[in-house]
Structure formats: structure tokens, C-alpha cells
């Protein structure tokens, strides 16, 4: 089934280490999205690359990298310079013309927290 | 720039009764309106939208939403309230290639 994959589902990092959280997806989806997502809060955008080797900043995007390499795949990197990074993130896909009237894709997403 | 507003952080109703979640949009242009479920750490998974058309829109586990341009709202309703309901509910608009969310409603269902 088609679909988007998010690993690992719980991940622990200590305070002052780089973590990656993955994303694939095998919809053939031109766009892919990462948001964080804490109480109250609502979803808040990170990341967005709408091509390969092509990306653009969200409304949080300090203290995060990506990479879009593949088309299918879409990692985070949560770097040290985040200073508040325990939250759940979800990640999402669209087709490129299909946004606007299909909405998103979600993975399942990925629950971070520094301990 | 698009946003939604959702009025109302918590909503409890009792099993059986009526569901009614708020949602205000702004957006300079038609909007693309949606809305999400969330269950406990899992996604968000879509109930309904509104692109173009009817402006009753029917969704997924009995909700629909109207689309009201004269008062900017897309509120999420379902006439009786099951307890497998009980969720978080995501109001988004369409814009600058990329959804924008609102705060979430969690939905209380009373036995």
C-alpha cells in the first residue's frame, strides 16, 4: 500500500546531539512537509521542498536542516541548536498540482524528546 | 496571508448529542478548506474539504462542514456524538503551496 513512513515512531536524544528523523513516502508526491506539532499549539511548519535538491524554510526552521535527495525520502536533522526540541513531528506529502484540492498525506510521525 | 481560527480549545458533548467544532478562515482569495483528525500519537488524517461547488460538504464518520463566505466560518458538525469521536480536531486553509492549521479542538465525548 501506498504510503508515508515515518521512523522511528519514539526517539530519546540527549541534550547537545543531532538526531535525523526519517520520512519516506512511495506516492510519487512531489511535495513534502515537516511540521512540529506541540499542545495547544497546533502544527507549525518547518520545512517544505517542492523538488529534489530544492527546499524552503517554514516558520520555525531554526535549529533544523534537511536534505532532499531522493524524491521519495525527506529526513530532518534536529541539531543541537534547537533549544526546545521535545514535540512530535509529522511529516506529509502532495502531488505538485494537487495540493489545493487533495490536501495532505500524513506519516504517522515521530515523538522526539531530550532527556 | 491565510489562517484559520478555531474558537475553542476543548469541546465536550454527551455521547448522542450534537457535535459543533468552529472554524474562521481569512484568505484574500476562494479558499481551500480542510479538516483533520488526529487520534492519539498517530497523524492526521483527513475528514472533509472544501474546494469549489456544494458548499455542504460531506465527510468521512458522518461529519460535514458548510462553507459560509458571508461569515468566514467552516464549522465541523455530526449529529450524534459516538464515543470512538473522541479526538483532536485540525481546521486548515490552502495557500502559498502549503496548508496552514489551527490550534486543534479536542473533542470529549461524555458516556
Known amino acids: 500500500d501506498g504510503g508515508i513512513t515515518q521512523s522511528p515512531k519514539y526517539l530519546f536524544r540527549k541534550e547537545g546531539q543531532n538526531v535525523t528523523l526519517s520520512c519516506e513516502q512511495n506516492l510519487n508526491h512531489d511535495a513534502m512537509y515537516w511540521y512540529r506539532q506541540d499542545p495547544g499549539q497546533g502544527l507549525r511548519l518547518i520545512y517544505y521542498s517542492q523538488i529534489v535538491n530544492d527546499f524552503q524554510k517554514g516558520d520555525i526552521a531554526e535549529g533544523y536542516s534537511v536534505s532532499r535527495e531522493k524524491k521519495e525520502s525527506f529526513p530532518l536533522t534536529v541539531t543541537s541548536a534547537q533549544k526546545n526540541p521535545t514535540a512530535f513531528y509529522l511529516c506529509?506529502?502532495?502531488?505538485?498540482?494537487?495540493?489545493?484540492?487533495?490536501?495532505?498525506?500524513f506519516g504517522s510521525g515521530t515523538r522526539l524528546t531530550v532527556v | 496571508a491565510q489562517s484559520v481560527t478555531q474558537l475553542g480549545s476543548h469541546v465536550s458533548v454527551s455521547e448522542g448529542a450534537l457535535v459543533l467544532l468552529r472554524c474562521n478562515y481569512s484568505s484574500s482569495v476562494p479558499p481551500y478548506l480542510f479538516w483533520y483528525v488526529q487520534y492519539p500519537n498517530q497523524g492526521l488524517q483527513l475528514l472533509l474539504k472544501y474546494t469549489t461547488g456544494a458548499t455542504l460538504v460531506k465527510g468521512i464518520n458522518g461529519f460535514e462542514a458548510e462553507f459560509k463566505k458571508s461569515e468566514t466560518s467552516f464549522h465541523l458538525t455530526k449529529p450524534s456524538a459516538h464515543m470512538s469521536d473522541a479526538a483532536e480536531y485540525f481546521c486548515a486553509v490552502w495557500g502559498n503551496e502549503k496548508l496552514t492549521f489551527g490550534t486543534g479542538t479536542r473533542l470529549t465525548i461524555i458516556p
Open positions: 506529509a506529502s502532495i502531488t505538485a498540482t494537487g495540493g489545493a484540492f487533495y490536501g495532505y498525506t
